[in-house]
């Protein structure tokens, strides 16, 4: 198995396999919190856009994507601070507009074409170039310093934002730099998982993890472990294979959340029988305390 090795192109893989896994929960927690689980996706069809456009311009479409897909969950944001009861019909808008806008332009590069698209949408081991690997390591440098540095205030905002205003949090300044930080991990991820699949494994793991433990930070661990082991699985398994890595990935991602789930159903309901005794035991002895302290009958 370790022949994989011997390729330098699955060496970038794997490394860029192993970034994903960590950046991709360690922003897919808050999402989650926030009941914004699909927000990858949105982003995913805007930075389609900037992948073309870096065909178009002939630079490094990893930077490119960056650069959209930042300006579209920014965007997303103020769509929901002010979109009100057309922020549905704008989101819509602009998620179907960056597919249509990458395929538009992705024609109109001399040296492009949709088959490039594919592996950006699908994930391709192949195409991890030297060059992707410096930008995907940066870029999951910044992921991790601000999903980490400021975890305390990013899940204050995303528990209650209007607690966290009380408080005296930037909650605008902190749910902007969120919505980056995802457009971010979307670029880290699209070139092992692909755009239309990245969101898949932003949620999944936390939605596994959760089953498991109980406490954020607990959570956040297992989901990275979780990550971490799909990531690197589903590439090894694409290599031998021949198949996306992406589908591979997502597969195994829910495979082990549906283990995780079946085996934590049974241990929930035993640590649950376990509170009732307990509570049942407190109850029978609060009542025995209560009568051997009553008054007995008078005379």
Not at 180 to 205: E, N
Request: glycine letters at 10%; hydrophobic letters at 55%.
């Amino acid at each position: 198995m370790l022949e994989i090795l011997d390729y330098a192109f699955m060496q970038r893989a794997l490394l860029a396999a192993v970034l994903v896994g960590i950046t991709a929960p360690a922003v897919g927690i808050y999402l989650v919190q926030r009941r914004q689980a699909i927000m990858g996706d949105g982003i995913g069809h805007v930075a389609l856009t900037g992948v073309a456009l870096g065909f178009l311009t002939g630079t490094n479409p990893v930077w490119t994507a960056v650069a959209v897909s930042a300006l579209g969950a920014i965007l997303m944001e103020l769509i929901r601070w002010y979109g009100k009861t057309r922020g549905d019909l704008a989101l819509a808008m602009l998620f179907y507009g960056g597919m249509a806008g990458g395929v538009l332009l992705i024609n109109l590069s001399p040296t492009g074409s949709n088959a490039n698209l594919t592996t950006y949408l699908f994930g391709s081991i192949t195409t991890v170039s030297p060059e992707d690997v410096v930008a995907i390591s940066l870029l999951a440098a910044f992921v991790v310093l601000i999903t980490m540095g400021l975890r305390r205030q990013l899940f204050a905002v995303c528990q209650d934002e209007e607690f966290a205003r009380v408080t005296g949090l930037p909650v605008r300044t902190l749910n902007l730099l969120l919505a980056v930080t995802a457009a971010v991990t979307v670029t880290v991820a699209m070139r092992v998982v692909g755009l239309l699949l990245v969101s898949a494994l932003m949620v999944v793991p936390v939605a596994a993890a959760q089953q498991a433990t109980r406490g954020f930070a607990m959570t956040l661990a297992l989901a990275i472990t979780i990550g971490v082991v799909v990531t690197l699985s589903g590439t090894v398994f694409s290599f031998y294979k021949n198949v996306p890595p992406g589908a591979s990935i997502v597969v195994l991602a829910i495979g082990v959340f549906a283990l995780i789930t079946a085996l934590a159903a049974p241990l929930a309901k035993r640590r649950a029988g376990r509170v009732a005794a307990a509570e049942e035991r407190c109850t029978l002895r609060d009542d025995v305390l209560v009568q051997s302290t009553a008054p007995g009958p008078r005379s």
